[in-house]
Nanobody
Framework: QVQLVESGGGWVQAGGSLRLSCEAS???????MGWFRQVPGKEREFVAA???????RYSDSMKDRFTISRDNAKNTVYLQMNSLKPEDTGGYYC????????????????WGQGTQVTVSS
């Protein structure tokens, strides 16, 4: 079984930065790790993903402001979010899947509980 625990969310003013963390169980660290965002009434939106190595994928709308990385020694994936906008507000979820990248949240097998990010104008 894979467990994912997110942290690092909070409140920030527009233009500010936050770094989210996702700590994974040891087995999950061979998986593709992704970050998704969700607001009430909408489907989960792909933000970024990283392979078990260093290959990354980003949503086109966020790639210039967000950076995904991982520290294998700490079994942790990070999402550095800069130049935050009010429309970045939402629940941010860490997810894991085997083998191949996907931007479709339905392809991911394991999920964390989420961490809330609120960006005020």
């Amino acid at each position: 079984q894979v467990q994912l625990v997110e942290s690092g969310g909070g409140w920030v003013q527009a233009g500010g930065s936050l770094r989210l963390s996702c700590e994974a169980s040891g087995r999950a660290f061979n998986y593709v790790m992704g970050w998704f965002r969700q607001v009430p009434g909408k489907e989960r939106e792909f933000v970024a993903a990283i392979s078990s190595g260093t290959t990354t994928r980003y949503s086109d709308s966020m790639k210039d402001r967000f950076t995904i990385s991982r520290d294998n020694a700490k079994n942790t994936v990070y999402l550095q979010m800069n130049s935050l906008k009010p429309e970045d507000t939402g629940g941010y979820y860490c997810a894991a899947k085997q083998f191949y990248f996907s931007s479709d949240y339905r392809q991911y097998d394991y999920w964390g509980q989420g961490t809330q990010v609120t960006v005020s104008s």
